[in-house]
């Protein structure tokens, strides 16, 4: 938004009113649409007063009863479509609808760095809301043009102008660089802390707390991305890539649902094979799911928990991008009997529902020697059947089970999961839904996994004795390729047109580097947190017994550094000063004759100068000309470079000689 041809009064307000204008920018997608209007009504009431637009109707700024009002209304619309002014989302509304209310009584520079620290105010709470990459030149030309704005304000006085003080600013911040990396390096940090089920007969893959698989008529795949995971290690192999999120144990027929709270003991757990660390970086997903490989050893956060049947589950909704480490293992065995709460909440099956998978189960039981056997006769089963898989399968009723196993026959992972789970427990084998995402595409750039909502995955784990809980994928027997092929491969049909292009040759390559730069951005930058502090500063050295203290030590080194480098040029200047006493002396006839009624004499060159002062006494015109030039003749002229030291003190002896007549006169008023 251009504010030009300002009058000269609010010259400096221009840049003011487009910073704040910036700064309402970055929250345009999260603001009220009323609080973006009153923003964007304000910065054209402002102009139109500055440019006194239209034509002939002298537009002014509204009157403070006008302001009061809006200043309510603004109020009250954020209490009503927040019910708080607490928090970022609301005190951002707020502050924003604030800052336009006050951009309508911008009359003096005291107003315009009101509207300055607005503007600064609001970039700092769209950094703490989001901290991509791409957002990243968004906050630096808006504080570029917030600082240009307090320098057009502060320098109003010596004529600064627009360019001059984006030069100023500009200036400013290259100076900042440095000592913010430091600070960034060494200021201590504190250590501390989808299924997609929709009310209409369409979801997004996603995941939730349940599941209906026999609502869902379509399947729409959804390309947001969920987490990256770097491994430590080999990579492991896509068909042992399996993500864990909710897992599901009540079942009413037609929807699996998660129990809350710790219900059940922790069984004990042997792994069998070598860990698997992973680094995590999760995207903000609204729910309280963290995710990992099968099977999780321990919590990887103060505020998470890790559930009897191996969740993870934050004490919060994930708002904000975070990075965590955990360890998991791929082949574990679990010893001892499964508890009796266990058993009776893992075998209930509703009465009287899915008749017919109970007759199947019943008689595969029949057939099968042990419960591995079972679970075999059921796969096979399925793998025979003529099963097929879709993300567009028909709706289905109260039997949701019957109607998918002996009727339509078609369907995704989520049906699948539930039936082979129902036909478990209907044959006696304790048995759950675990829901999460499956593979990853490989980023060979920054060499993660990319896990979006299209990889969401459902699944079975089963109990077996002397094994404990097991996983079984009956998607695999229905369709194999599902380990190997993500979603956008195996039904290409089903992606969208985004989804089609960003796998196009030539354009896939190049967001692979994008997200590689922001990963690295989010766990390098973002994710810069204690531990990571810790063991970049031990890798140069630094003892981590005393590691605060050496810390302390630095910063305050490196501030005194900063500060000595900043202060420098000033110190020159001054030491030029104390080595030219003759232009001190100077200064010191310069304010002389401002005292005594010369104005702008700080504008005036040495000739301009003595001239103006021999206007205002006549009797000292000659002594005042004679002194001007000579000066003129040592600072500019040609003998500058090596002035002798008698001609100095000669003219210092008649500028102090000025000084005494100047100070007991008044200046001549002409009429």
């Not at 950094?127 to 240009?148: H, I, M, N």
């Not at 050893?297 to 004490?315: M, R």
């Not at 898989?389 to 709706?395: G, I």
């Not at 909502?453 to 998607?475: C, F, I, K, N």
Request: glycine share 8%.
């Amino acid at each position: 938004m251009r504010l030009q041809a300002l009058a000269e009064q609010d010259r400096a307000l221009q840049p003011a009113a487009i910073a704040y204008g910036a700064a309402v920018l970055l929250h345009s997608d999260r603001l009220p649409l009323w609080c973006s209007a009153a923003a964007l009504l304000a910065l054209l009431w402002r102009a139109a007063v500055a440019w006194q637009w239209p034509a002939g109707l002298h537009p002014a700024l509204p009157g403070r009863m006008l302001r009061v009002l809006l200043v309510m209304g603004l109020l009250a619309l954020t209490l009503a479509a927040f019910h708080t002014v607490n928090g970022i989302a609301a005190g951002s509304a707020l502050l924003a609808g604030m800052g336009a209310a006050k951009l309508l009584e911008t009359r003096s520079h005291r107003d315009g760095f009101f509207v300055a620290a607005v503007a600064l105010f609001l970039l700092t709470s769209a950094c703490l809301d989001r901290q991509s990459l791409g957002r990243l030149p968004a906050y630096v030309l808006t504080l570029w043009l917030a600082c240009a704005a307090l320098a057009a304000l502060g320098g109003q006085r010596e004529g600064h102008d627009i360019r001059k003080a984006l030069r100023t600013a500009a200036r400013s911040l290259l100076w900042a660089v440095p000592f913010a990396a430091v600070v960034f390096l060494l200021f201590p940090r504190i250590p501390g802390p989808l299924w997609g089920m929709g009310v209409g007969s369409a979801a997004t893959s996603g995941l939730g707390e349940e599941m209906t698989p026999g609502s869902i008529s379509e399947l729409s795949m959804s390309d947001a991305i969920v987490f990256r995971a770097q491994i430590s290690g080999p990579l492991p192999a896509s068909e042992q890539r399996y993500w864990r999120g909710p897992v599901l144990h009540h079942f009413d027929g037609s929807t699996w649902r998660r129990l809350p709270g710790q219900v059940a003991i922790t069984q004990a757990i042997d792994q069998r094979a070598r860990p698997v660390t992973q680094q995590i970086t999760l995207e903000p997903t609204g729910m309280r799911w963290w995710f990992a490989l099968d099977t999780v050893g321990d919590s990887p956060a103060p505020q998470v928990q890790l559930t009897f049947d191996k969740q993870l589950i934050s004490t919060r909704p994930v708002s904000d991008v975070t990075n965590y480490e955990v360890t998991s293992w791929l082949q574990t065995r679990q010893g001892g009997p499964l508890s009796i709460v266990a058993q009776r909440m893992d075998l209930r099956l509703p009465a009287r529902r899915n008749p017919r998978s109970l007759a199947l189960a019943q008689q595969l039981r029949s057939q099968s020697s042990s419960d591995s056997d079972y679970v075999q006769r059921t796969l096979q089963w399925l793998r025979s059947g003529g099963f097929t898989y879709t993300l567009s399968p028909p709706l289905l009723g109260a039997d949701a089970v019957d109607e998918l196993l002996f009727d339509t026959r078609e369907g995704f992972c989520g049906h699948y999961a539930s039936a082979f789970t129902s036909l478990m427990r209907a044959g006696g084998v304790p048995a759950r839904v675990v829901t999460g995402y499956q593979g990853g595409e490989w980023n060979p750039i920054g060499r993660y996994l990319l896990l979006r909502q299209s990889d969401a995955h459902a699944w079975s784990e089963v109990w077996l004795e002397g094994q404990g809980w097991t996983r079984v994928d009956p998607t695999t027997v229905v369709a194999p390729e599902r380990l190997q092929r993500s979603l956008r491969d195996l039904l290409p049909a089903s992606a969208s047109m985004g989804m089609r292009l960003a796998r196009s040759n030539w354009l896939a390559p190049l967001l692979q580097r994008w997200d590689a730069a922001g990963q690295w951005w989010q766990h390098s930058v973002v994710g810069f947190d204690w531990r990571t502090q810790q063991s970049v500063l031990e890798s140069l050295g630094l003892n981590a017994g005393d590691l605060l203290q050496q810390l302390l030590w630095l910063l305050a080194a490196a501030a005194l550094w900063w500060l000595l480098m900043w202060a420098l040029p000033w110190l020159r200047q001054r030491h030029r000063q104390r080595r030219l006493p003759l232009a001190r002396d100077w200064a010191q006839l310069r304010q002389q004759l401002q005292r005594c009624g010369l104005q702008h004499s700080a504008q005036l060159g040495p000739l301009q100068l003595v001239q103006a002062g021999a206007e205002l006494f006549p009797d000292l015109a000659n002594l005042l000309r004679d002194s001007g030039q000579r000066y003129a003749v040592l600072r500019y002229g040609p003998s500058v470079n090596d002035p002798s030291g008698r001609t100095i003190a000669a003219l210092r002896s008649q500028l102090r000689q000025l000084l005494r007549h100047l100070r007991s006169r008044q200046p001549v008023t002409r009429t």
